[in-house]
T-cell receptor, first 115, second 112 residues
């Protein structure tokens, strides 16, 4: 069973640009969550999508957005990049968002560096 | 509040037991998780415990939950060099947004 796949793995962008990250969840999983990981803030929840609908949202500015497609693949977009957006962006997939203890699987992450 | 607190560092000698502690504040937590992150990698789920359980054991891993004190611990028996990683405690919070709240992680360093 293929794991959670995130692309690209590494990327460098300049301030003001925008970036799109992609996540393919495990087959059959309908929930995809996105997290930002930085050394200072740890893991911060961005948002969760379930069946193409945003179900939960963390405390991030509107520059951070996402969407989910009918095949459960998800993308997140960050517009007008700032230096502080440099981070590891992790995608997590599960059948139902982790309810009932269903396992939540993480991808390897996308390392974004903003220069 | 929704804070999950962990100590940032732990050093343990190879072969000894490692105990990583975590405290959480939200009493409506239902599931609590331990994740492992090796350098340059994503998070790997190690184990989880339902809030009405006191203990869960899985091979070298033992999770203890004290719900009264909102304290969770992960014990790794016979710690090996391959256990060197960052360990994240996380809780599922049902009362509002059904979010999963992570601690900042404990970096486990194995001494020879």
């Amino acid at each position: 069973k293929a794991g959670v796949t995130q692309t690209p793995r590494y990327l460098i962008k300049t301030r003001g640009q925008q970036v799109t990250l992609s996540c393919s969840p495990i087959s059959g999983h309908r929930s995809v969550s996105w997290y930002q990981q930085t050394p200072g803030q740890g893991l911060q929840f961005l948002f969760e999508y379930f069946s193409e609908t945003q179900r939960n949202k963390g405390n991030f500015p509107g520059r951070f957005s996402g969407r989910q497609f009918s095949n459960s693949r998800s993308e997140m977009n960050v517009s007008t990049l700032e230096l502080g957006d440099s981070a590891l962006y992790l995608c997590a997939s599960s059948q139902d968002g982790g309810m009932s203890g269903n396992t939540i699987y993480f991808g390897e992450g996308s390392w974004l560096t903003v220069v | 509040g929704e804070d999950v607190e962990q100590s940032l560092f732990l050093s343990v000698r190879e072969g000894d037991s490692s105990v990583i502690n975590c405290t959480y504040t939200d009493s409506s937590s239902t599931y609590l998780y331990w994740y492992k992150q090796e350098p340059g990698a994503g998070l790997q789920l190690l184990t989880y415990i339902f809030s009405n359980m006191d203990m869960k054991q899985d091979q070298r891993l033992t999770v203890l939950l004290n719900k009264k004190d909102k304290h969770l611990s992960l014990r790794i028996a016979d710690t090996q060099t391959g256990d060197s990683a960052i360990y994240f405690c996380a809780e599922r919070v049902w009362n509002r947004d059904d979010k999963i709240i992570f601690g900042k992680g404990t970096r486990l360093h194995i001494l020879p």
